[in-house]
């Protein structure tokens, strides 16, 4: 867990603006006695938004895009993930006709 003051320092934003990223509802920290505290999710989010303005230069209405995009990656993987690990535990002759059938499907 990091304090804001931390989360300034290390991924080199002013504090306004995580103050702004957190009003839009970009970064959602755990408040603690009216003091905001930041996992390691949230830096990382914060240093992605960062680059998202400075290096690439996206605007203001572009950044909900893109992080509900990533979001909406990042829950797919998730049970992308989970779905293998369920093939995973089916005994081979289910993975092999699922794996045909799937291959079947590409084919066209």
């Not at 680059?51 to 509900?68: M, R, W």
């Not at 993930?81 to 291959?103: H, K, N, T, Y």
Request: overall charge negative; hydrophobic content about 50%; charged content about 30%.
């Amino acid at each position: 867990m990091m304090t804001l003051d931390e989360l300034v320092i290390t991924v080199r934003v002013e504090r306004r603006q995580v103050t702004n990223w957190v009003e839009a509802g970009w970064l959602l920290p755990e408040s603690v006695e009216g003091d905001w505290t930041f996992t390691e999710i949230d830096i990382a989010r914060a240093r992605l938004i960062r680059d998202l303005f400075e290096a690439f230069e996206v605007n203001d209405a572009a950044v909900p895009v893109i992080l509900d995009l990533i979001d909406q990656r990042q829950a797919l993987e998730g049970r992308m993930r989970d779905l293998f690990a369920a093939l995973g535990e089916q005994p081979a002759s289910v993975r092999r006709g699922v794996l045909a059938r799937c291959l079947k499907r590409l084919e066209g």
